[in-house]
């Protein structure tokens, strides 16, 4: 349960710091939609065809890490207590390595350069690993632990050994060093950051800000102590399984048994959220709750895909079958996810940074704006419409690329564009009351 | 005289806003009594800094009753004194 006790600002960062990650985040998406507009039905050839290549890490490290890694800077502090070390440097080197290092990995993937390869190498090495040391030692100093903290800590593990085997196929994939067996190895890389580094961050945050935010029931102590723990030895079982399958040890039946009782977690954890959803005591939609919604139900209906693809070899085999399956989990699961999670975190760090900014001058004839009056509840609404067509379009596009790639890379730039105007309307708000405070100052 | 509100069932920080505004149409004399489902820490600082006295207390239906009053209005301590 949230000790309100531990929210502390006078160790958060800046907000610029988180702020300049959202933001930039609805950029990424948005650029991942113009892709999908430009290029058209060719996009949709295969999980191997370099614009899918592009357009996922455009969504996994341009949108979902560019969030996460904002939210962690922040929640750090504010919920665990810890600060991170030199978050001004380390968030202005994170930020900036992550923009520019996804745009020349998407950029190197569309152009199959070696050359831009190697500077998204570069600096997404050096902002992965500044912000994994600054976030590590701060998780490290934690005093009181929870299951969020250890959610987060294994999320970091995770985020670790996806970027090293990202490096490892980097070197593969353009001849640098010899590999071989490059699908196995980008499967295990897709496995540790989607299910390692996402999952296990998205599930560990869930436990304080689904009953905080959603006035829900605290997830059941078992899950909480012990999920995300059990997944991080469950990917890790498999990763070595894996190896031992590339290095003709044992067949692939062998990680695919071990799977099947892993990402059980997945649903697990997804039922239980739409359970204590049910539960809330405040029956009154919001848009946040929608989004979750939608995410929860994408990853069961992810799962219940990847399952057939081990039931149904042939399916698994289809051309259509990753992207499906890629469409559900990142754009049906995660993005709606974090999306939903935004609407959220904006106005409350907003509040509450204005809240203690108000008390450190007596400044109370200000009247700050209501949480709710950040974003407005039409607009976010629209957004999420614009996301729901843009997800049903995505999922058509699976199976008529000719008819629906464009339209849905029409729907994901407006979805991603009313977002950014969303969050750019709350940090306006923000800004001007703050500047209404410190005219209080300088009397 | 008691002044009661309810914000069991609201997310962060509209208890504290609501809370806040409660307090300023407490007269001489009352007390404001909120339902709470979390001890609201974020409050207490705000309440010293605006000259209200508290008394915060697990209990009731939602987990917490925290009472609040003008500081230094006797009679609404003395109430709340009774009742807690």
Known sequence: ?443 | MEHLLDVSTLEPFEPLELTLSATRDLSTGDYLKVVHRREPHPLFPLLEKTGFSWLCRPGGEAGFEIFIWHRGDMAAEGDVAKIS
């Open chain 1, 1 to 443: 349960m949230l000790n309100t006790a531990h929210l502390s600002l006078e160790q958060a960062p800046p907000i610029s710091i988180p702020f300049r990650f959202f933001l930039t985040a609805p950029l990424f998406g948005a650029a991942a939609g113009f892709v999908l507009i430009w290029v058209g039905e060719a996009a949709m050839v295969s999980r191997w065809s370099p614009v899918v290549l592009s357009l996922t890490h455009l969504i996994t490290l341009g949108f979902l890490t560019m969030v996460m890694c904002g939210a962690m800077m922040q929640m750090l502090p504010v919920l665990a207590g810890s600060p991170v070390p030199g978050i001004g440097p380390v968030g202005a080197v994170t930020h900036l390595a992550l923009s520019l290092g996804t745009g020349a990995l998407a950029y190197a993937f569309m152009q199959g350069s070696a050359g831009w390869m190697k500077l998204a190498l570069l600096l997404l090495g050096i902002g992965i690993s500044v912000f994994a040391i600054a976030a590590g030692l701060a998780l490290a100093r934690v005093k009181l632990s929870s299951p969020t903290v250890t959610g987060m800590r294994w999320s970091l593990a995770s985020l670790v050994i996806t970027v090293a085997l990202w490096m490892l196929l980097s070197t593969g994939f353009f001849g640098i060093v010899a590999l071989n067996n490059l699908p196995s190895y980008t499967d295990l890389h897709l496995g540790w950051g989607l299910l390692g580094w996402m999952g296990l961050l998205l599930i560990g945050v869930s436990y304080q800000v689904v009953p905080m935010f959603q006035i829900t029931p605290e997830y059941p102590r078992i899950m909480r102590d012990h999920l995300t723990g059990s997944l991080f030895f469950g990917l890790f079982g498999w990763f070595l399984l894996e190896i031992g399958v590339i290095r003709g040890y044992w067949s692939t039946l062998v990680p695919g048994c071990w799977m099947l009782l892993v990402t059980a977690g997945f649903p697990l954890f997804a039922g239980t959220t739409l359970h204590i959803q049910r539960l809330r005591k405040r029956q009154v939609s919001d848009v946040t709750l929608i989004f979750w919604r939608v995410g929860l139900i994408g990853i069961l209906f992810g799962y219940l895909v990847w399952l057939i693809g081990r039931a149904l070899p042939e399916a698994a085999t289809a051309p259509w079958y990753p992207l499906l399956l890629g469409t559900l989990l990142l754009f049906g699961g995660a993005f709606p996810l974090v999306n939903g999670m935004l609407y959220k975190i904006v106005p409350f760090l907003s509040w509450f940074h204005l809240q203690n900014r108000q008390l450190a001058l007596g400044a109370f004839h200000v009247k700050l704006p209501h949480m709710k009056g950040f974003i407005g509840d039409r607009e976010a609404r629209l957004q999420f419409y614009l996301y729901l067509a843009a997800l049903f379009l995505a999922l058509a596009a699976v199976f008529r690329p000719a008819l629906f790639t464009r339209p849905a890379g029409a729907f994901l730039v407006l979805t991603n564009l009313m977002l950014g105007y969303n969050l750019l309307r709350a940090v306006m708000r923000y800004r001007n009351t703050k500047v209404l405070l410190n005219q209080t100052e300088s009397h």
